[in-house]
């Protein structure tokens, strides 16, 4: 297996009092609520923690896009790339993913991407999200037009980055009759694409088309639902005609190690429930703009009341296998259970969650790195030549 | 008496409700929908036959692949009177509907005998607070349209009793209306091109679209006459379908006179 530290760089200086006086923390909380001054120490604090884990061995680092919100102070994960690639020397860095829906112009962020790609001498690993329907409602984008300009953009995308000589793009929403970007990326043909989600028929249909094969990787979600999603990609594959290996399948949740189990829960438990009730929360409307999900699947969640807006406990989330909790044993023995079953060869970790302060961060990093990961790394196994062949 | 027929007309399968005797007169429904019309369509069918129809993408209308815009509407309902195949139709509009009909008639009013305008979508004054519809939970923005306080709770309860129109209506707003929102930022420069008799009707305690939109179309639209109702928000249809159908038929009457 392959291990990654997924970093949401949250604001976690929130007072709360001054939370509570509003719905959510995207987008209707006023940045008065950010001090600079903080925000300066916590950016270098979470670099500082994104460089530890290449040198407790970790493969990568995973950054992501989000805007107007204490959730995650990353609007651009390429920012965040770039002050990181001549820090580090050897890990991937992982950015799940530009929001392209959101661009006018995409090819800023294939232009973009080929740059790090360059500097980094093909550490990158790429990804395109259509990001949460909030985004919308932030940036004024229409969601009825999310789908049609993320698949367009993508297309895009590529294309420039594979094409070598100029070309015109001739699409609904982007039209670009000279297209011929500078630099090219530096793996070829192209950095490697990873399809993050949630979990969502549409997303498994996507990356698993044969001329795709784009890593699969379900964050933050139930047991049940990644187990389905998983299954449901390699039976997708299966139909398209090739065949996925647990190299294109990857797992991402918060994880907390302690040196015991009791420790673990009582150290976590705060901490990820600010992530869940304080950061995360988004009322319904907000979260679901109408257009940004079919109209189909919105009315299972509206008409239907579909309960995904709950507060949230640690006992829940341990429950529904949601996050990875314990001494190192339980912890080790969890993940393997889960990569078995579910047949992925890469982890995500959200080794910072929500309020975690700077010394329980390394301190469960480090457990991880010298007392779950190496126990790990045989299991799912890829061999090389076969990854290379389908992990485009 | 309502009858009710599916359709295809242009390119969509129309749900269209048509009730009364004598001129026809297109109504053109708001963002609400047309769960609230029934008291006016009564009203304005004991003087003119009322062809109401659910706009595509609306209510039980089909959603059309073609449909990406408000100008595919108004195309789409130009259309629909050349095939109704009656020289001339009053048409009365609300809100969404009132943005489509501005966009009919800054394109050709020939089919149109008279135009009213009620609490109208489509165009944007800067700096004027505008009520918004995806930020407030629905009910909120529901609560909002009305100037009575029973008359909101009622209105979310009848829009409870109905979720799966209400959620239709919402994505059929934000395709067509999501950014700039609710308006055309090319509509204004084109309302002298608005060239049949027109009558704004507005409510004075409109929060979604305030009376100032009101007087800056009165000011846009040559010879158009303003009827301010006193204690009412943006569903004049619905809190105080009366007076409205009062001030259309008088006003349609008029014009049919001169």
Redesign the interface.
Same mark, same amino acid.
């Given at each position: 297996m392959k291990f990654f530290f997924f970093h949401l760089m949250p604001y976690l200086h929130l007072d709360p009092e001054v939370r509570a006086q509003y719905d959510s923390a995207w987008m209707v909380l006023p940045n008065s609520a950010y001090d600079p001054q903080k925000g300066h120490e916590l950016y270098n604090r979470y670099l500082d923690e994104l460089e530890l884990a290449e040198q407790l061995g970790f493969d990568g680092v995973v950054l992501n896009e989000h805007h107007s919100t204490a959730y995650g102070l990353m609007p651009s994960p390429n920012i965040i790339c770039a002050a990181l690639a001549r820090r580090t020397k050897r890990i991937k860095i992982a950015i799940l993913g530009n929001i392209t829906p959101l661009r006018d112009h995409p090819l800023m962020v294939a232009e973009e991407l080929a740059m790090l790609d360059n500097i980094m001498g093909g550490r990158l690993i790429t990804g395109f999200v259509r990001g949460i329907g909030i985004e919308y409602l932030v940036w004024g984008v229409n969601p009825t037009c999310s789908h049609e300009r993320f698949h367009e953009s993508q297309e895009l995308i590529v294309r420039a980055w594979t094409e070598r000589k100029p070309f015109a793009f001739e699409g609904k929403h982007y039209h670009m009759p000279w297209v011929n970007i500078w630099p090219t990326p530096y793996q070829q043909p192209h950095p490697p694409i990873w399809t993050p989600t949630n979990g969502s028929t549409e997303t498994v249909e996507w990356a698993a088309r044969a001329d795709h094969r784009y890593k699969y990787v379900q964050n933050l979600s139930a047991a049940a639902a990644c187990k389905k999603y998983m299954d449901m990609y390699r039976a997708t594959a299966e139909r398209n005609g090739w065949k996925a290996t647990p190299a294109n399948l990857g797992w991402g949740c918060p994880v907390y190690v302690a040196e015991t189990d009791e420790a673990a829960v009582r150290e976590m438990k705060p901490h990820i429930e600010s992530l869940y009730n304080t950061f995360f929360r988004i009322p319904p409307h907000r979260f679901f703009p109408p257009g940004y999900t079919s109209f189909e699947s919105m009315k299972r969640i509206v008409v239907d009341k579909v309960p995904i807006f709950g507060l949230q406990t640690i006992d829940n989330l341990m429950k529904h296998g949601v996050i990875l909790c314990g001494s190192p044993k339980t912890v080790r023995e969890q993940l393997e259970a889960n990569a078995l079953e579910w047949g992925f060869d890469t982890h995500l970790g959200v080794y910072h969650f929500g309020t975690l302060p700077r010394e329980l961060t390394e301190k469960s990093l480090r457990l991880f790195a010298s007392e779950v990961a190496p126990h790990l790394r045989r299991v799912n196994e890829v061999e090389p030549s076969v990854a290379a062949d389908i992990a485009v | 008496m309502t009858v009710v027929e599916h359709q295809r007309a242009g390119a969509a399968a129309l749900h269209v409700s048509r009730a009364g005797v004598g001129r026809p007169l297109l109504y053109l429904h708001g963002i609400d929908g047309t769960r609230s019309c029934g008291e006016l369509v009564k009203l304005l069918g004991e003087r003119a036959e009322v062809i109401m129809p659910d706009h595509p993408g609306f209510g039980r209308s089909e959603?059309p692949p073609w449909l990406q815009s408000i100008h595919d509407l108004a195309y789409f309902y130009l259309q629909y009177l050349d095939e109704l195949g009656v020289e001339k139709v009053d048409v009365v509009s609300h809100s969404l509907g009132a943005w489509i009909a501005l966009e009919m008639a800054v394109r050709n009013c020939n089919a149109l005998r008279t135009l009213t305008l009620i609490s109208a979508a489509g165009i944007h004054l800067k700096g004027v607070k505008r009520g918004d519809l995806?930020? %407030? &939970?629905?009910d909120v923005v529901l609560r909002s349209m009305v100037a009575s306080p029973e008359l909101a709770e009622d209105l979310v309860k009848r829009v409870a009793a109905d979720?799966?129109i209400e959620?239709?209506n %919402?994505?059929g707003? &934000? %395709?067509v209306g999501?950014?700039p929102p609710m308006y055309d930022p090319e509509l204004a420069k084109w309302l002298h091109r608005v060239v049949c008799p027109v009558q704004i009707i507005w409510g004075r305690e409109d929060a979604m679209l305030p009376l100032e939109y009101a007087h800056e179309l009165k000011r846009l639209i040559a010879g158009a006459r303003l009827e301010v109702l006193s204690g009412c928000g943006h569903l004049p249809h619905l809190e105080q379908p009366k007076q409205t159908a009062s001030a259309i038929l008088s006003f349609i009457e008029q014009a049919a006179g001169k």
């Open positions: - | 959603t995806f930020m %407030r &939970a629905p979720q799966e959620l239709k %919402r994505y707003i &934000a %395709r999501w950014y």
